[in-house]
């Protein structure tokens, strides 16, 4: 559970990065760019959630 959690948190931010991504390569990019952050956050809560229980 602790790896499970721990790669759910690097792809949670990963996420963020390419919707920070989109955000400044698109021009009406603000949509995409915030439905963006909110599945990176759901992630990496979802990962420190599995890491802190099987930690």
Known sequence: MYYLGRGLQVLGMANLMVGFYVGISEEHGMGPELLLLG???????????LQRRGG
Do not use: E, N, P, R
């Open 39 to 49: 599945i990176g956050v759901l992630l990496f809560l979802m990962g420190w959630f």
